[in-house]
Structure formats: structure tokens, C-alpha cells
């Protein structure tokens, strides 16, 4: 029996590291967003020659640009939300995650994402997509995070990191959650 082709999912930091596409044999994805990362005016001439790269790798059809679908966006947000890695991720790592599991999804295809971004592989973890990173170790067991209070210890939804405590005026921070039961 023949096996599924593979689909790589490509992060700003994978194309950053110089890589050279045409030299990968399986079919690489990202989104506009990522794209737009690249050409970032703070890096235009530092990732000039990633760019033409990048770009002849769109022209060879090498490299496919596409966005998700909204669907699977909300789904990210929700899921991020529910691991505690809603805060940690840019709009553009929630479209890439996104793209990843829509690609998952609606292909007959392996999905892999490649990210040296401990929190997107913490939530391609907890979907059960492939992950993996390059020149790093990447993540060794899923984390499910919640936010709190340090002082008060009060509990506080994903989104609130960073805010303040309505109870006592402190500055919410993450932390792993504990299975303990109290």
C-alpha cells in the first residue's frame, strides 16, 4: 500500500533559519501572514536573501500561500484558550496552527508543522499534529497553563494574562496547571 504524501506547515523562524526550500521534497504550506512576517521593514535587508528565496519558491509553485478557513481560526482561539497559549500567540501562529489542522482535516495528506515556538507546538500537541523544530529542542510533553494571581492565588481565564487582578491589583502571570485537587 502506497503511503500518504506529506505536507510540511512552515513558521517565520523555519524560513528565518535560511533553509533552503527546493531542496525539501514534500509540499510546504504557510499563510500570507507568515509571509508578511518576513518582509517585516525591521528585517528587509537581513532577510533579503530569505525573501528571494521565499519568493522563488512561491514562483515554482514549491511553496503553496493560503489562509484558513474562519472555522478552524475559532477553533485555535478556543483551543489556545483551553492550554493556556492563547496569550502567547500572534495572530499569524493562530493562522498557521489553523492551516495545519484544516490541511489535516480536509486532505488525505500528513500534516507536519515545523515552529521553533514552544507555544505553537504546545497546541499542535494538544490537536495531535505533528510538530517538530529545527536547530532546537522543541516542547516534551504538552502543557496545559492557566493564569492566576500570584498573590491571591485567584484563577483567571486565558485571556486575561497580564491584566490586573480585579480582586487585588496584582499582575496576572501563567504557570502550569496543577491536577492537584484541593
Given at each position: 500500500m502506497k503511503e500518504k504524501a506529506s505536507i510540511y506547515i512552515f513558521d517565520t523562524n523555519i524560513f528565518l533559519t535560511g533553509i533552503d526550500i527546493n531542496l525539501i521534497e514534500f509540499e510546504i504550506y504557510t499563510t500570507l501572514s507568515i509571509i508578511e512576517e518576513i518582509k517585516d521593514y525591521r528585517y528587509t535587508e537581513k532577510n533579503r536573501n530569505i525573501l528571494n528565496k521565499v519568493n522563488a519558491a512561491i514562483e515554482t509553485k514549491k511553496l503553496t500561500v493560503i489562509n484558513p478557513e474562519s472555522k478552524f481560526i475559532e477553533k485555535i482561539r478556543e483551543i489556545s484558550k483551553k492550554t493556556g497559549d492563547f496569550k502567547y500567540l500572534s495572530d499569524a501562529d493562530k493562522e498557521l496552527i489553523a492551516l495545519a489542522l484544516?490541511?489535516?482535516e480536509k486532505s488525505n495528506q500528513n500534516?507536519?508543522?515545523y515552529s521553533n515556538d514552544y507555544s505553537i507546538e504546545n497546541v499542535c500537541?494538544?490537536?495531535n499534529i505533528p510538530f517538530s523544530?529545527?536547530?532546537k529542542d522543541g516542547i516534551e510533553s504538552k502543557i496545559n497553563w492557566e493564569v492566576y494571581c500570584p498573590y491571591c492565588k485567584s484563577i483567571h481565564e486565558a485571556e486575561d494574562l497580564n491584566k490586573t487582578c480585579e480582586m487585588c491589583g496584582s499582575t496576572l502571570k501563567?504557570?502550569?496547571?496543577s491536577n492537584i485537587i484541593y
Open positions: 484544516e490541511l489535516k500534516v507536519k508543522m500537541s494538544e490537536l523544530s529545527l536547530y501563567r504557570r502550569p496547571k
